[in-house]
């Protein structure tokens, strides 16, 4: 499939002439990845994917700006989006949309994601590359303060759309779940357990989200899907931070407590003390310990009905993404072992 879906003629319009293209293991999006060895010596990315809307397009090609902004910084660990054709300040070019798929490319970060836990240092210098490229954010959208990427002041869209969830599982839609896990079999056991365990947690949860329903918060451009496998590492330094493709506006702790826990998502403890040690290093004030713990909770309790929701709509979807029943099963087992970030002492 993925061979078939390769367009010679998008090879040509990033200006890449190919020696050798790898297709890369994909993830749960649904997209498609190439690793591009081109002539000139140099590595590249191209992936294709099936755009939604004409405004995710239009939102992509800002995000792909904001990119190739922050790669011009001096933050070599930042992927750099490749133009089709000549100047386009608009960024139109940062994402072309032949046929049916929309694809993009972007220079080849080296290195390798963790596979467990990461040293102090490691983890010191993951909360100074996040800050260098929070700060970039806040740069791009000062400037293109009429984008979808702008400064605001107002409730995290995070934390507004897991309450929202909350108060439609309150009001029948775990119900409507349950009777979903139990269609499933023996498939269905570990959800029937889950959905379980979150009836008992559900109206704590209300409770911790609803005071950060109407508070303003100081919201810029993040990543929001900042997790273990899109950080790399090499000879001991951050290589790249990859998969932009989540980005939009929140807040900088929605980052920090998604990088966190994945990876430490079972282990509570040396959780709490590298969530301790990360809030010193950026300057935490107790409130936003407060904010990163609860982004922490809500995430980690309502993950795996985003799957089961995805799975209503879609039944198939588990058969045709055959890791998504692994994520699922994982995001089930951190919920069961949730603790809280910042254990009350």
Same mark, same amino acid.
């Given at each position: 499939?993925?061979?078939?879906?390769?367009?010679?003629? %998008?090879?040509?319009?990033?200006?890449?002439?190919?020696?050798?293209?790898?297709?890369?293991?994909?993830?749960?999006?649904?997209?498609? #990845? =190439?690793?591009?060895?081109?002539?000139?010596?140099?590595?590249?990315?191209?992936?294709? =994917?099936?755009?939604?809307?004409?405004?995710?397009?239009?939102?992509?090609?800002?995000?792909?700006?904001?990119?190739?902004?922050?790669?011009?910084?001096?933050?070599?660990?930042?992927?750099?989006?490749?133009?089709?054709?000549?100047?386009?300040?608009?960024?139109?070019?940062?994402?072309?949309?032949?046929?049916?798929?929309? =694809?993009?490319?972007?220079?080849?970060?080296?290195?390798?994601?963790?596979?467990?836990?990461?040293?102090?240092?490691?983890?010191?210098?993951?909360?100074?590359?996040?800050?260098?490229?929070?700060?970039?954010?806040?740069?791009?959208?000062?400037?293109?303060?009429?984008?979808?990427?702008?400064?605001?002041?107002?409730?995290?869209?995070?934390?507004? @759309?897991?309450?929202?969830?909350?108060?439609?599982?309150?009001?029948?839609?775990?119900?409507?779940?349950?009777?979903?896990?139990?269609?499933?079999?023996?498939?269905?056991?570990?959800?029937?357990?889950?959905?379980?365990?979150?009836?008992?947690?559900?109206?704590?949860?209300?409770?911790?989200?609803?005071? =950060?329903?109407?508070?303003?918060?100081?919201?810029?451009? #993040?990543?929001?899907?900042?997790?273990?496998?899109?950080?790399?590492?090499?000879?001991?330094?951050?290589?790249?931070?990859?998969?932009?493709?989540?980005?939009?506006?929140?807040?900088?702790?929605?980052?920090?407590?998604?990088?966190?826990?994945?990876?430490?998502?079972?282990?509570?403890?040396?959780?709490?003390?590298?969530?301790?040690?990360?809030?010193?290093?950026?300057?935490?004030?107790?409130?936003?310990?407060?904010?990163?713990?609860?982004?922490?909770?809500?995430?980690?309790?309502?993950?795996?009905?985003?799957?089961?929701?995805?799975?209503?709509?879609?039944?198939? %979807?588990?058969?045709?993404?055959?890791?998504?029943?692994? @994520?699922?099963?994982?995001? %089930?087992?951190?919920?069961?072992?949730?603790?809280?970030?910042?254990?009350?002492?």
């Amino acid at each position: 499939m993925h061979s078939e879906l390769l367009d010679l003629q %998008v090879f040509d319009r990033f200006g890449l002439q190919p020696r050798r293209s790898t297709p890369v293991p994909g993830g749960l999006s649904e997209a498609y #990845v =190439w690793h591009v060895a081109d002539v000139s010596g140099r590595d590249f990315a191209l992936k294709a =994917w099936r755009p939604v809307s004409s405004a995710q397009l239009q939102h992509r090609r800002t995000v792909r700006r904001w990119m190739r902004d922050a790669s011009g910084c001096g933050l070599n660990f930042v992927p750099r989006p490749l133009q089709a054709g000549g100047s386009d300040l608009s960024g139109e070019s940062l994402i072309l949309q032949p046929g049916h798929y929309a =694809w993009q490319s972007e220079t080849w970060c080296a290195g390798a994601s963790l596979t467990g836990q990461p040293s102090p240092i490691q983890r010191a210098a993951a909360a100074t590359a996040l800050q260098q490229l929070h700060a970039t954010g806040r740069e791009f959208a000062l400037r293109h303060s009429s984008s979808e990427l702008k400064l605001n002041q107002s409730p995290s869209p995070a934390i507004l @759309r897991r309450a929202v969830l909350v108060d439609e599982l309150l009001q029948g839609d775990l119900q409507r779940l349950l009777v979903l896990a139990r269609s499933l079999g023996e498939a269905g056991t570990s959800a029937i357990c889950f959905l379980q365990l979150l009836q008992k947690w559900l109206p704590w949860l209300q409770q911790r989200l609803q005071p =950060w329903r109407s508070r303003s918060l100081n919201l810029q451009p #993040v990543l929001r899907d900042v997790r273990t496998e899109n950080l790399l590492f090499h000879q001991g330094q951050i290589s790249g931070i990859i998969d932009w493709d989540a980005a939009d506006v929140d807040h900088p702790c929605l980052d920090a407590a998604r990088l966190l826990r994945s990876w430490y998502w079972d282990d509570n403890q040396a959780l709490t003390d590298a969530a301790e040690h990360w809030a010193t290093q950026w300057q935490l004030s107790s409130d936003s310990r407060q904010l990163l713990s609860v982004f922490d909770a809500a995430a980690v309790l309502l993950n795996p009905v985003i799957w089961l929701r995805r799975l209503a709509d879609d039944p198939a %979807v588990f058969s045709r993404l055959p890791g998504a029943w692994d @994520r699922f099963e994982h995001l %089930v087992k951190s919920a069961e072992l949730w603790q809280s970030v910042f254990p009350r002492r």
